[in-house]
Every structure is written in C-alpha cells, then in structure tokens.
C-alpha cells in the first residue's frame, strides 16, 4: 500500500509557505495537498508537479459582523462531507494542518474517521480553525511555549522554514537589482506576502534619509510608491527571497510568525512593525513580537507609534544592537522546527 500525507493550510501565505518548507523531507509519501479553489494555495503548490492539489469547500469567518458569515455552517458542513469522502478515497496515514480557514473541513473530517492528524500552531496563540480540532488531534506542534504547554499532546517544535533560505546568494541581488559598491550596509523592508500599506507610506516620507544610511531593497505589494534614490530599488513582489535575505544586513518588517523565525535562524538583526488588532487581525502579530522581544532578539515599534521620525531613529539604533541582538538569535530556543516536525510526521509512514 501506498503511504500518504495530506497536508492541509491557507488563507496567507504564512499558513501555506510552512507545508512547501515539509516537502523535501517527506520522501516515503504520495504528498495530496487541500484547500480552497482558486486560493493562494492552489497558486503556490502549482510548480510542485508530484503534489496532487484538492480543492474543498472553504468560508473564512469574518470578525467583524458581516452577513457572509450567516454561510460559514452550510459551507462548512459541505467541505466536510467532501473532505470526508476523499480520505475514505486516499486513506492516508497522517494529516497534517497548519490552520487558516482553508483547512478547517479536512481537520475536522480527519478528527472524525479518527485518521491521525497532527497541527502546527505558528502563533503564540491559537487560531480558531486550529482551535476546534487541537484536543482531538494526535499532536499539537507549535512555535511557541504557550500553546506547546498548553495542551497534553503539545510539543515545542519550532516553525517549518524552506530550507532553500540558508543557500541565498547576496550577490544576487548586487547584480539584479544593480546597486552600486558604496560602502553602505544593506536594509531589506517587507511586509508579507500582501505588503503593508502603514508601513509604506511612512517609508515612503522618511526614504531619502534612510538612504543615506542604507541601501534598500522595498517589497512594496501593489501600492504605489512616489520617489526614490540612487541607492533604492522597489519591488511589488519577490520570489528570491533567500537571495534577499543574503543581501540584507538588516531588516524592518512586520511580525508574522514565519517572518520571525526566518529572520530568527538566519541571524538578522531587525525592526520589527506588528500589525495591530483589529477587525482583520486577532492580535497575534502583536504577541508573537513581545515574545521575541522578550528573547532580546528584536527591536519593536508598535504602529500607533509609527512615524517618519521614529522609523528612522528606530532603524538607525539597530546599529548599535546589532552584536546584542545577533547574540541573542544564537541562543533563542527552536527557530528552526522543520526537521522536527517532518522527523513526527514520517514515524506515521509504513515501513519499507
């Protein structure tokens, strides 16, 4: 019999990125991956030709109150019933989920025909999707110890980071984007897969002072940007992302619980924007940054303190931290869980 893993997240790209960092560990699986048509996940799975790609019915649950929610039971039950069907098709060994409402109705089928499932939890706390199924499920992974110790299946194990970041070429990025030899180091600013538009702007009214300091390299999303300098290069979206990170000596970004492991394990001393809470954020951006900071792995500036000024003088102090916090990245406990995390999921594979 065939061993099989269906992997299961999206929504962002933080809830997908972490099962295409698991692929190259999972050799002894026919890997199926499930989530919504037409999704994020259906156009990022698309270069991996052995992965066979699933699409379910899927609703996000809006929090604030919209009457599109008054659909989430019926959608829901109907991914159910699909994803149901497929792993009585597939009957695959393991599933594993890493949250986001795309891979809620695999999660709970899986709980249901009893199929072992195993979740990973990125944040420092847990998403709803994860939430409804981590009591049931076989092993709760996660990120951070308040949700590994939070539960009697937990386990610190870290996030899953693609491999391919730690093999990033800096010079890469000298000849592609033709900056110039001038002696000054390198900022990369980003603000996830969908930009950050706050974090833009005021960029956008500090930059020629900053590039008197620093290179940059700007991975703007879609938003317009006016301006510029000799020694700024703006990108709406980047595929080369461990060249970047090579490139960089430092970092601002927001904090994505994925952004803080990569920039963790590969030692880059940042400035870190958290997106607030609001109507289209629990929180978790927020927490997740206090923890690291608690670590003395980053610098915050929280974005209701946000301005020109304070981006600069925030950005121009990781010069002086930059020993500390490099210090700091080298003792943080499981920044890096992939090997973790796939070394559990194969232990459900028949052997050979």
């Keep these: 019999m065939t061993n099989t893993i269906i992997l299961t997240g999206g929504g962002t790209a933080g809830h997908i990125a972490p099962n295409i960092a698991l692929l190259p560990f999972l050799k002894n699986y026919k890997v199926h991956y499930c989530g919504e048509a037409g999704g994020m996940e259906e156009k990022m799975l698309a270069p991996f030709k052995d992965v066979t790609f699933h699409a379910l019915p899927c609703i996000k649950f809006r929090r604030s109150l919209s009457p599109k929610n008054f659909k989430v039971p019926f959608v829901l039950a109907s991914g159910i019933r699909e994803a149901k069907k497929l792993l009585r098709e597939l009957e695959p060994r393991v599933v594993f989920s890493k949250g986001g409402y795309a891979a809620l109705p695999v999660a709970l089928a899986a709980n249901k025909l009893k ?3 195993v979740i990973h939890e990125s ?5 709803l999707s ?20 939070k539960y009697e299946n937990g386990f610190l194990t870290g996030a899953p980071i693609r491999q391919e970041l730690y ?14 030899p001038n002696g000054k180091p390198n900022l990369l600013v980003f603000g996830g897969s969908q930009g950050a538009l706050t974090v833009n702007k005021t960029l956008e009214g500090t930059l020629k002072e900053l590039c008197v300091y620093f290179n940059v390299l700007h991975i703007a999303g879609k938003h317009p940007f006016d301006g510029g300098a000799e020694n700024y290069r703006r990108l709406e979206f980047c595929d080369y992302m461990a060249d970047c990170y090579a490139w960089a000596d430092y970092v601002v970004c927001r904090a994505g619980a994925g952004t803080l492991a990569e920039i963790t394990a590969l030692k880059k ?14 929180g978790d951006q927020q927490q997740n940054a206090e923890y690291y900071r608690s670590l003395g792995t980053i610098e915050v500036l929280e974005q209701e303190n946000l301005t020109c000024g304070t981006l600069m003088s925030e950005t121009l102090g ?3 931290k930059r020993d500390a916090l490099v210090a700091a990245m080298k003792a943080a406990p499981c920044s890096d869980g992939t090997r973790r995390i796939a070394d559990l999921l194969n232990s459900f594979a028949l052997k050979a």
């Design 269 to 282: 001393p940042a400035l870190v924007i958290p997106l607030p809470k609001s109507d289209t954020s629990r």
């Design 115 to 117: 199929v072992p499932l």
């Design 318 to 320: 990781l010069f002086k």
């Design 130 to 149: 994860n939430r409804l199924v981590a009591k049931k499920c076989r092993h709760v992974c996660a990120s951070f110890p308040s949700v590994a110790d």
């Design 167 to 180: 093999d990033g070429k800096k010079e890469n990025i000298q000849l592609r984007h033709n900056f110039a």
């Design 123 to 127: 944040d420092t706390g847990m998403g």
